[in-house]
């Protein structure tokens, strides 16, 4: 039986290391340490990687450190548009839900619509229906809402008046939140969670609700999720593009994440967790920083900048 793990991502839209306070610092470890033991905490009883990621990514979605759930950017209307996704690699089956607005935990509509498969995506109105619809209690677009992200959209509004937008920091700009897990049966799941980037159109969706792009499981080979530029994600189909490179070019999993990450999305804010069938994990970036860690029976580690 293999040896279960987990591994997270927080965005790599990490605050810059110069801007990072002692206290912030902390409250970002400490919530990176409290998803990682969400998770492995159920793996140890034996339970399925998709609960472990789910419980994993939860705890991320109600941590206002994190750009998903709440504490999820603003759109340039001062709104909340909400996307996550899970993929199970043990039978292929997969949910997301793109553009919510009064979901709570996006992973757990996720999981349930993995659950049904068809449908495997919704959106917007059609995504608050159906989760309320299957049990899910809707909050208000406001439960979302920090003082930070209010922040961030005006500082966003103003370097676009500025026309300093391209100065913008990863941070300042976007961040998603992603658990990978193998379980001790062999098998592999990923969930990714976000809201999107600041000052975002409007019915904007990235690629965390996109399978294969975002968000990507196959007991076969690896088990993914991302972050960074979503629009880039897709075009390159970066989940799918993983598992292929395992699967039919026999790289490794460190081998395919490193040239995914710095070649293929060179120049592009971005970043990863994966793990393979072997329970070999990557957490490669090509930012300042990713919010980032790990946990196997013997090992648990948090990181944002350094290595």
């Not at 935990?105 to 619509?113: D, E, H, M, S, T």
């Not at 930070?148 to 976007?174: I, N, P, S, V, W």
Request: glycine residues 12%; charged residues 20%.
């Amino acid at each position: 039986m293999p040896t279960p793990v987990l591994a997270i991502h927080g965005g790599c839209g990490a605050i810059p290391r110069a801007s990072l306070t002692p206290e912030t610092n902390a409250a970002a470890r400490d919530a990176l340490r409290r998803a990682l033991q969400a998770g492995y905490a159920l793996l140890q009883d034996g339970a399925s990687a998709v609960d472990a990621v789910t419980a994993a990514v939860q705890v991320m979605e109600d941590d206002p450190v994190f750009n998903a759930g709440t504490g999820a950017a603003l759109n340039r209307d001062g709104v909340h548009e909400l996307d996550a996704s899970l993929m199970d690699g043990a039978t292929g089956r997969a949910g997301a839900v793109a553009g919510a607005r009064r979901i709570r935990n996006p992973v757990q509509v996720a999981r349930a619509l993995a659950g049904v498969s068809d449908p495997l995506l919704l959106i917007g109105d059609a995504a608050d229906a159906w989760a309320e619809a299957h049990g899910f209690a809707p909050v208000p677009n406001t439960h979302f809402t920090t003082r930070a992200r209010q922040d961030a959209l005006r500082a966003m509004l103003e370097r676009e008046t500025l026309g300093t937008t391209a100065r913008a920091t990863e941070f300042e700009k976007h961040g998603t939140v992603g658990a990978v897990a193998l379980d001790a049966h062999g098998h592999l799941a990923a969930a990714t969670s976000t809201g999107g980037y600041t000052a975002k159109p409007p019915g904007r969706v990235g690629d965390s609700p996109i399978i294969g792009a975002g968000t990507w499981a196959d007991d076969r080979t690896c088990a993914m999720s991302g972050t960074g530029k979503g629009e880039l994600f897709i075009r390159v189909a970066a989940g799918h593009d993983l598992h292929a490179r395992l699967l039919y070019a026999g790289q490794t999993l460190e081998h395919a994440a490193q040239d995914l990450i710095h070649r293929t999305l060179q120049g592009v804010g971005a970043g990863l967790c994966a793990v393979d069938r072997h329970g070999n994990v990557v957490l490669p970036y090509n930012t300042e920083g990713m919010y980032r860690g790990f946990i196997t029976a013997d090992t648990l580690h948090v990181a944002i900048h350094e290595d």
